[in-house]
């Protein structure tokens, strides 16, 4: 069983950047792929990034690439998604996600979401 907990979210002006986080608890963490996805209101959930369990793996939307860096700390079961250079369409609930396969679709277990409103 794992349990996450997404922060960092807020309001940002168009340019600025924000670094979201993933708090898991579970033992096993370290063995989990992480992703993470969002969801604007009217809009289909979509993939953001995904790590691998031991971050030698990372991928990303091609929306997103070039701008946002997915990281893992696994001592401190944390993931983390920086995300610079932030556009008003990068406006969404932002959710973290972790399976023991790294995929851009499905995964087992999801957080609450953390919302992201960046402004023109």
């Known amino acids: 069983q794992v349990q996450l907990v997404e922060s960092g979210g807020g309001l940002v002006q168009a340019g600025g950047t924000l670094r979201l986080s993933c708090a898991a608890s579970g033992r096993t963490f370290r063995t989990y792929a992480v992703g993470w996805f969002r969801q604007a209101p009217g809009k289909e959930r979509e993939f953001v990034a995904a790590?691998?369990?031991?971050?030698?793996?990372?991928d990303y939307a091609d929306s997103v690439k070039g701008r946002f860096t997915i990281s893992r700390d696994n001592a401190k079961n944390m993931v983390y998604l920086q995300m610079n250079s932030l556009k008003p369409e990068d406006t969404a609930v932002y959710y973290c996600?972790?399976?023991?396969?790294?995929?851009?679709?499905?995964?087992?277990?999801w957080g609450q979401g953390t919302q992201v409103t960046v402004s023109s």
């Open positions: 790590i691998s369990w031991s971050g030698g793996t990372t």
């Open positions: 996600a972790a399976d023991l396969n790294l995929s851009r679709g499905y995964y087992r277990y």
